[in-house]
């Protein structure tokens, strides 16, 4: 009778764990949680500049607008070199992930944009 009942409780816990997934599939839901991928959320839906000094790197070193968005897609926030404190604007230290992992950002996020600073690469 117990396993009868467990395993109820798994087909229906399967069946509705699909459904959600397919619901949340269709509006684009996140769940950022984690103070990376807030930050980095934040980043993202802002206005996006770019200094001069930046536009130097991404020039010298080939660096496009699209592997900028990789980086901050899944890049990881530095906060011990960051200054999420900082006013009128935080600052903050992205570290690329994977093939990108020797790009690193320097970003100052303020009320309506988001200011690539500079472009470091290791």
Known sequence: M?????GYYL???????IAVYFFWQKKNAT??????ARTLKTIRIRERLFS?????AMHKF???TL????????????FWKSKPRQKPCA???????KELENV??????CDSTSKIENIIID
């Open 2 to 6: 117990l396993i009868k009942r467990i």
């Open 11 to 17: 087909v229906g816990l399967s069946l509705g764990s």
């Open 31 to 36: 769940f950022d949680y984690w103070m990376d």
């Open 52 to 56: 001069d000094d930046a536009k130097n």
């Open 62 to 64: 080939n660096i496009d």
């Open 67 to 78: 592997k900028i968005s990789t980086i901050l897609k899944s890049g990881d926030v530095d």
């Open 91 to 97: 600052e903050y230290y992205i570290t690329g992930s």
């Open 104 to 109: 690193s950002l320097l970003v100052k996020r």
